[in-house]
């Protein structure tokens, strides 16, 4: 019994970052209908630059992190209003998506050069990423514990964000009807640029909590984003709560299936799930199916 605890918990710590990178995937696309494929290069420089920062030049680890947070809010800020902003007005879908990927291999490019293609481990303050407690047979890391909790507020501030702010009425809006919204007065440049850096943010979060169970190197992430995609196409792609619920969907399956599958079909396990839940539910585990378009 303990044995399978032990499993769903490992599975929940992974699902924790699937779920908040689908969640930080699941505003752009609802918001704006824009797919940002620059989501985990963007969270992985977060995580570098609060973990070097803190390593490498001394500075207290709270500080560093703050400093990483503003970072990638700042560039979040001028890589919508440079790069997204100007095909948005253009109303064609895939130049942005093609910029994002753009982006995302800049991004990277610079990743690479500053800081080399060295995978480093840094450890967090007191080494409490190898501090672990016996609760009976059930072994507990106090890293893991802390990634939970930051998880769970992380969740509480966007949902608060997004059901009692301006901010969030507006996000709600335009993924409703963004005619509709501009009719009303909605400022659709400030929804947007507020939602990437929002979303952002969330990625970044990610990116500094999952460092010291990584190495650090340019791609980190990658498979992180690549398996929130997959959370965020459980959950429909259309519901941020799907996106969470999604992600850790995904953890339990990939935690139960490394435990006793072949590793090949482990690391195979997203291609399948997407695969499946295209031809089933195309709309997503977590999404009802319209009955009817808009005209």
């Not at 450890?123 to 890293?143: C, K, S, T």
């Not at 949902?159 to 659709?188: H, R, S, V, W």
Request: charged residues 15%; glycine residues 10%; proline residues 3%.
């Amino acid at each position: 019994m303990v044995e399978y605890i032990q499993i769903a918990w490992q599975g929940l710590v992974s699902g924790f970052a699937y779920a908040l990178i689908g969640l930080a995937l699941v505003m752009v696309y609802k918001t704006a209908r824009i797919l940002n494929f620059a989501a985990g290069t963007m969270a992985g420089i977060s995580g570098f630059l609060a973990h070097w920062w803190a390593a490498e030049q001394d500075m207290p680890f709270g500080v560093a992190i703050l400093f990483a947070m503003i970072m990638t809010g700042a560039g979040t800020y001028v890589v919508e209003r440079l790069t997204v902003r100007p095909l948005v007005k253009l109303g064609d879908f895939l130049p942005i998506v093609i910029m994002t990927l753009g982006v995302e291999e800049f991004l990277a490019n610079v990743s690479l050069l500053w800081w080399g293609g060295t995978a480093r481990r840094y450890r967090v303050p007191g080494d409490i990423d190898r501090i672990n407690w016996l609760i009976g047979d059930f072994r507990l890391n106090a890293w893991h514990l802390v990634v939970a909790i930051t998880t769970f507020v992380t969740l509480s501030i966007v949902g608060y964000i997004i059901n009692q702010t301006e901010l969030g009425l507006g996000m709600k809006a335009f993924a409703e009807d963004q005619d509709a919204a501009k009719l009303m007065g909605i400022k659709e440049s400030t929804v947007s640029i507020w939602t990437w850096v929002l979303s952002a943010l969330v990625g970044g979060v990610t990116g500094i909590v999952f460092a010291p169970v990584l190495f650090l190197q340019q791609d980190y992430m990658n498979i992180i984003f690549i398996k929130g995609f997959v959370a965020a196409i459980l959950g429909g792609f259309l519901s941020l709560s799907g996106g969470v619920a999604g992600g850790l969907l995904l953890g339990e399956l990939e935690a139960f299936t490394i435990k006793w599958a072949p590793r090949e079909f482990a690391a195979a396990l997203p291609v399948v799930i997407v695969f499946i839940v295209l031809l089933i539910r195309p709309h997503g585990l977590f999404t009802r199916e319209k009955g009817h378009e808009r005209v």
